[in-house]
Each structure stands twice: as C-alpha cells, then as structure tokens.
C-alpha cells in the first residue's frame, strides 16, 4: 500500500456500478459465487512488476470465482453476503468497498486507434 494514503479514511461502500483503475464492478442476477475468498485476498489483476495488483480482501463472508470461460474483459464473479462488505484494494487507487450483492469483476477497454485493455 502507498504509504501516502490516508490510513483514516473512511472507504464508501457502494452496491451499484462501479470502477477502479481499470476495473469495473458490475451488479449481475446470476447464481452466486461459492469459492471462499481466504483471509489473505485474491490477485485479480496483476500489473507489470506487481505494481498494479488488486486484491479482493472481505470482512465477513464473501466468496470469488475467476472466470475461466474465455471472455478476455471478464475477470471473475464476486458474491458478498448479507452483513459483510468486500474491498477492490490497489497500491496506487486505495480501496473500493463493495456492498452485498453478486458482481462481475471486468476490464475496460478502450478504442484509441485499435481496440486495447485500459492501461492504469
């Protein structure tokens, strides 16, 4: 984590659409998540050289499944429980902190003379 950021600020928590960096938190109706996340988080997204990694870190049950279908954008499915709030955490974007409710996490893209992911 930066060492710049403000260790006493209080983090939002949202349940609707939402990004950081170059993920979005996109609210789904699908079968929720059963994967248990563990105590130590998950690295959804790894940057060059480790600086941009997020990792899915909950208080209270919450679970993330990766997606493995191939869809490039997708990145996995996120179920928070009732009573718990989960955390998009990045070194650079601090944290997001997500309401209960099922989500995809995906990439952006964007179009910039050739289609291509965000680059954070």
């Not at 659409?17 to 699908?30: I, M, N």
């Amino acid at each position: 984590m930066d060492e710049r950021l403000d260790r006493q600020a209080e983090i939002s928590v949202l349940s609707g659409l939402q990004f950081q960096g170059d993920v979005a938190v996109v609210p789904v109706t699908r079968d929720p998540s059963r994967t248990p996340i563990p105590a130590s988080g998950v690295p959804v997204v790894r940057g060059q050289d480790q600086a941009n990694t997020r990792l899915r870190v909950e208080t209270g049950p919450a679970f993330f499944t990766p997606d493995r279908s191939g869809r490039a954008l997708v990145l996995g499915l996120l179920t928070v429980e009732e009573s718990a709030t989960a955390y998009l955490a990045h070194p650079e974007h601090a944290f997001t902190g997500i309401a209960p409710g099922t989500y995809e996490l995906r990439r952006q893209r964007e179009q910039a003379g050739q289609v291509r992911l965000v680059a954070d």
